[in-house]
């Protein structure tokens, strides 16, 4: 590992880690909530005055609030929507959009914590051990930028033979939000790849003298 004589001063290191802890953590809380939202697709909780709180699964809450509406009032299109996705590959198509769509979060805060957790190193080559960390973060935003495009195209087509009418089966893309995430992603990633080249090159040019 190369060295820049890159060190935070010790209040500011101390802080760099315990804010890269949290971000580990929150990131775990990430995964788990993922894995579960997996493995039962529509996950739900809610807790009404007066009563107790009650939690379980319904994949109509993939669909638009106006289609589940329209889906709830009409018994029989329940029942058929209920028994597409219920069968085995349609689950776990629906598991699959899952991870693809929301896997790459937990991703990217775990790495953004340990990035800051190798910031807050009492080393000389902190932001050396830090940077791969940051590249990792960035990488997993590109991911996750495209996925939240493809991922609901995707959980369309695995929902659209569960009815025997055209439906609105997925809420509308915001294309100019998704494009300046990825165009940050991408922004990030190539500032990135800038610091740890002047790092490498620095650490040749010492070599040389």
Known sequence: MVSDGYSLPTKKARTSRGVGTLFVVIAALFGVLTIVAAAAPGPYWNCGSGQRCAGGADAANLLPDETRTKLNRDPAARHQFDAWVASPGIRI?????????SGPMPILLFAVGMALRRLGQ???NALADALPWLRRASRAAIVLSFARVIAPIVQSLLLANAFD??????SPINV???F????LAFAAYATI???EAGIRAEHELADFV
């Open 122 to 124: 009492k080393r000389r």
């Open 93 to 101: 198509g629906l598991a699959a959009v899952v991870l693809l769509e």
């Open 165 to 170: 009418q055209a439906e609105v089966l997925a």
């Open 193 to 195: 790849w800038a610091l």
């Open 176 to 178: 100019e939000t998704t």
């Open 180 to 183: 300046l995430l990825l165009m």
